[in-house]
Every structure is written in structure tokens, then in C-alpha cells.
């Protein structure tokens, strides 16, 4: 990409975006959804969090466009729009450890990401 300012537009929808991704519960869910569509019930219980809470944050991350739902029956199963989400995640990830943030903490992730917990 240039380099120079980016056009207002631009960043606000950019800003709005990293909005999406600015809390720990709605990390937890797109965490969560990496590996693939999931319906609220299973949130619910990979996360830890109240169904209702579970569901604000869906709507909230639907409507920024970083997840998207169909429904299956009575049954809605919610997906990343695309891998940039996960990509995001991991760059955020690397910034912390090059950071200097607990290794501990992020080689647990990692443990569980790859699934060897």
C-alpha cells in the first residue's frame, strides 16, 4: 500500500472494523469460529458466556461484516466472512509476543489452536 494519509472514508470504515475486533469477548468468539461454522449453543458453551451475551456480540459482528449466519432449521450457524479475521488474530498475536508478552499464555493458545491440549 502507499504510503501517505488514508482517505477519510477509508478510515473510518477501517476504524469501524477494528472496532468489531475490540473486545475480549468478541475475540473469544471469533477464536472460536476459526475452526468453522457454530451455532450459538456451541459459542456458548466454547466461551463461557451467557447466551444473550453471546448473541449482542454476534449482532454486533454482523453488522460490522466480520461474521456472517445461515440458518439451518430453527438453527443459525455463524462463520468468519473470510480468513483476513484470522489473519488479523494471528498478526495481533505476534505483535504481543514480539512485545514481550507472557510466552506462557500464548503457547497455551497455541497448545489448544492446534488442538494438543
Same mark, same amino acid.
Given at each position: ?14 476504524? *469501524? ?10 475475540? =473469544?468468539?471469533?477464536?472460536? %469460529?476459526? *475452526? ?20 449482542? =456480540?454476534?449482532?454486533?459482528?454482523? =453488522?460490522? @461484516? ?5 440458518? @439451518? ?6 462463520? %468468519?466472512?473470510?480468513?483476513?479475521? @484470522?489473519?488479523?488474530? *494471528?498478526?495481533?498475536?505476534?505483535? %504481543? =509476543? ?20
Amino acid at each position: 500500500m502507499a504510503d501517505g494519509p488514508l482517505p477519510e472514508r477509508l478510515a473510518e470504515r477501517l476504524a *469501524d472494523t477494528m472496532f468489531a475486533l475490540a473486545t475480549p469477548s468478541r475475540l =473469544q468468539i471469533l477464536v472460536c %469460529l476459526r *475452526d468453522g461454522p457454530r451455532s450459538v449453543s456451541e459459542i456458548v458453551d466454547a466461551v463461557g458466556m451467557e447466551q444473550s451475551a453471546v448473541s449482542h =456480540q454476534l449482532r454486533v459482528l454482523r =453488522q460490522h @461484516a466480520v461474521v456472517t449466519a445461515r440458518r @439451518a432449521g430453527r438453527t443459525r450457524h455463524y462463520e %468468519l466472512r473470510d480468513g483476513h479475521v @484470522a489473519v488479523l488474530i *494471528d498478526e495481533a498475536l505476534a505483535h %504481543l =509476543q514480539a512485545l514481550g508478552h507472557p510466552p506462557a499464555d500464548l503457547a497455551e493458545y497455541r497448545r489448544v489452536r492446534d488442538g494438543r491440549a
